[in-house]
């Protein structure tokens, strides 16, 4: 069933909670200070079902002082119901949510000349008319005027049967790879937990998604869907959902979050965005930015002009943002208070551009195009000839092998050149290995220092392409030679001390204390050995702060006990976890996390039982 979000918009006391409640029956002003100074100060929800599908309407506020919850409610919308009132007409809020909408992208309107058993028919002629030319200077394409009232039921039905030959258009394109949904309302229900609510964007979202939690990376349990107040297994693109979650707080959620698919979309602190050119822009001015949910500050940087009616920038915020290609953007200036333009996203990940900037204004235009072979281009010509095809990919939208037949091969550094440095690398790696043999991986950092000045982008892709060939290896931030063997470059006494330094770990047990006292390097190096070798596992207790170190021995045995402790799906605590495995608080604590990350252990709340997927002697069944 098709599901469409309309914003109804319109100035202060034109009617629009009034109609929202003629149309569904609902009263979406429901706060006290709401009824008592008898306006809309939060967003407000309402659906009407149709043949056709489900509408979800969104009554917003009005006033001026509340425009940043409007745009919350506007942004996600797919169309706007726009609420004029035929007795006072077009008025500053009318002109500025209609400015608002349309430089969000939206191109539908539906509009309700309210209060027209007030007015003559000639003035409500003229009000219609008005109207229309107001919402054609901010670039709607689909308009439809319907007179009705609120208090007579004049024109209610002729208006459910516009919007409901209107919910047959197509939603607003959002072609991204996951689900996203930015958070526009949390609380906590009594007996059911955490509660989000959103209009949902992208793919569609199932009762058993792993979701995240963005721009802070929580990861949560999804336990239920509401669409339009009935539970659901699945929530549709376009739908007006409540997400029900598992392992966070709702005091850990902020409107303006999204609940996004894992893996798809990455915070920034920096949007690289094309904004409709305006003369009043400023080189470094502070700007509110509206997008998705949220409103925050931001430093706009403006790239060279191009005398086009687009203009290039990015804007700089002082903390990590959530966001995705081809989201829509209004710009306000905080001092007057008013919209200063509005554009779109093109790279929501962007890099600080301190040269070459019209050549980056190039590369952001050939985004903006969709051209593959074009966007190579203007990156090889911005980045000296190099094109990172992980860059391309990002910026393009698309794996990167589909890009190997767009790229011509000049766009690419030369064979000879790439070998050349391919063989520098292998000597510098082995000059650093026999330099400290008991480290298992050379930072990466490191290693480019001194292949200093090789272009950063170029040791990437050289680095990537050992990798796949398997010359070298990679562990996070670290690489190694393929070949390197810790152990036989080691001196007789080196391997002696690693040795002890394992079975000492042995011997801890779970009570585990520091390994060395004041560890020099080659010791600190013989840990980070331990634990790439497999022979120790490094846990991290959040709440004390410490890293501990224990044998992966030890922890085997821990498993296997705890399986004999608590067969067959029995539940524990933590507590009881401690007493079988004698051992302390904070050690049990992060052990049991490293349990529940690893499949061993399932946690519910408080309780937690082994999985079935592990037998009594530690093996998978």
């Known amino acids: 069933m098709k599901h469409r979000t309309l914003a109804v918009i319109g100035h202060v006391d034109h009617g629009k909670t009034s109609l929202v409640k003629a149309l569904t029956g609902v009263e979406t002003d ?11 100060i939060t967003l407000g929800f309402a659906h009407l079902k149709s043949p056709s599908g489900h509408m979800h309407l969104i009554d917003t506020p009005g006033h001026a002082d509340f425009i940043r919850m409007t745009a919350s409610g506007v942004s996600g919308a797919d169309a706007v119901l726009l609420v004029v009132s035929a007795v006072d007409g077009v008025q500053p809020q009318t002109r500025e949510h209609v400015r608002m909408a349309g430089l969000f992208g939206i191109r539908d309107a539906t509009v309700a000349l309210t209060k027209i058993d007030l007015v003559p028919d000639q003035d409500a002629q003229q009000e219609s008319a008005t109207v229309e030319a107001l919402l054609d200077t901010h670039g709607f394409t689909r308009v439809d005027v319907v007179p009705c009232s609120s208090n007579t ?7 459910i049967a516009t919007l409901e030959r209107n919910a047959a258009h197509t939603n607003q394109a959002t072609n991204l790879k996951g689900f996203f949904l930015p958070i526009d309302r949390v ?33 949560a349990t999804l336990r239920g869907i509401e669409v339009a107040g009935v539970a659901q297994s699945q929530a549709m693109p376009g739908a007006r959902v409540a997400i029900n979650l598992r392992g966070i ?17 990455q915070a920034g602190q920096r949007l ?25 500050t931001a430093r706009l940087r403006l790239y060279p002009e191009t005398g086009s009616p687009t203009v290039y920038g990015q804007l700089e915020f002082q903390a990590p943002q959530i966001a995705f290609p081809g989201q829509r953007v209004v710009l306000r200036r905080p001092s007057r208070a008013e919209i200063l333009t509005g554009g779109s996203v093109i790279d929501p990940n962007a890099v600080l551009v301190t040269r070459n900037k019209q050549a980056h204004v190039s590369v952001l235009r050939a985004c903006l195009e969709g051209d593959a072979g074009a966007l190579a281009q203007a990156i090889a010509d911005r980045d000296n000839g190099i094109v990172d095809l992980k860059t391309l990919s990002r910026l393009g939208g698309v794996p990167p092998e589909n890009y190997f037949d767009a790229i011509d091969e000049t766009y690419i550094a030369r064979i000879a050149e790439i070998e050349t440095l391919r063989r520098r690398l292998v000597d510098v790696l082995r000059s650093l290995h026999a330099r400290r043999p008991c480290r298992p991986f050379v930072e990466a950092s490191e290693l480019y220092n001194q292949l200093s000045p090789a272009p950063r982008l170029l040791l990437d892709g050289v680095v990537d392409r050992m990798r796949a060939t398997g010359e070298i290896r990679g562990h996070q931030n ?29 011997d801890i047990g779970l009570r585990p204390v520091a390994l060395f006292e004041s560890p020099s390097q080659d010791e600190s190096d013989l840990m980070e050995l331990l634990v790439w070798k497999n022979r120790a596992v490094r846990l991290y207790n959040h709440s004390l702060k410490q890293t501990l170190l224990l044998s992966s021995d030890v922890i085997d045995k821990a498993r296997n006990k705890l399986q004999l402790a608590f067969p067959d799906g029995s539940e524990f605590t933590t507590s009881a976890a401690r007493a079988a495995l004698d051992t302390n608080r904070k050690t049990i604590v992060p052990l049991l996390e490293h349990f529940d990350a690893n499949g061993v252990t399932r946690r519910d709340e408080d309780v937690r039982v082994m999985t079935s997927e592990f037998d009594g002697n530690g093996s998978r069944s």
């Open 30 to 40: 429901t706060l006290k200070e709401e009824k008592q100074r008898g306006l809309s």
């Open 153 to 159: 039921g004049d024109g209610i039905n002729t208006l």
């Open 187 to 219: 609380f906590s229900a009594p007996g059911v937990g955490t509660i989000v609510t959103g209009s949902l964007l992208g793919q569609s979202l199932s009762v058993d998604a792993a979701v995240v939690l963005a721009p802070a990376h929580h990861r």
């Open 249 to 265: 707080d709702a005091e850990s959620i902020h409107k303006g979050d999204a609940l996004c698919a894992p893996e798809k979309f």
């Open 272 to 296: 690289d965005v094309a904004l409709q050119s305006d003369p009043t822009l400023k080189h470094m001015e502070q700007v509110t930015v509206l997008h998705g949910s949220s409103h925050h």
């Open 478 to 506: 670290g690489v190694a030679l393929a070949d390197f063997g810790s152990l036989e470059l080691m001196t007789p006494e080196l391997r002696e001390a690693y040795h002890d330094a394992d079975q000492r770990l042995r």
